[in-house]
């Protein structure tokens, strides 16, 4: 599995990454495909896993960003900053904005004397 972790990181189609992992270590071609299988399942959970780090870390640069704008009075960049840790937090997604916006209705009543 090892292996095809490594030969999934090389890229290529997963039918030849199998074929190849086959016939280095004499395994068949169906046991080659379950470690390719299990070793996606490995690099996608390391994936998300390196993902959501990846956010609080610029989470948490864009607060120290935004501090620092905040105390020299840069307050167009305290407003991106803050824009976007809103988007971030799915606070400005479509649906929420759609949810959002405001319904106006008139209606006008007729004055007017019947004559």
Do not use: W
Not at 2 to 20: I, M, P, V
Not at 55 to 72: C, E, F, H, Q, S
């Amino acid at each position: 599995m090892n292996y095809a972790y490594a030969l999934l990181l090389r890229g290529d189609t997963r039918h030849s990454r199998a074929l190849e992992a086959s016939k280095k270590f004499n395994i068949s071609l169906r046991t080659a495909h379950e470690d390719i299988k299990k070793a996606m399942e490995l690099l996608s959970k390391e994936r998300s896993e390196d993902r959501a780090e990846l956010l609080n870390i610029i989470t948490a640069n864009r607060l120290a960003l935004l501090n620092k704008a905040v105390r020299k009075g840069n307050y167009q960049v305290a407003c991106h900053l803050l824009d976007s840790l809103g988007r971030a937090a799915g606070e400005l997604d479509p649906i929420t904005e759609a949810s959002a916006a405001p319904l106006l209705r008139v209606e006008i009543d007729d004055k007017r004397q019947p004559g």
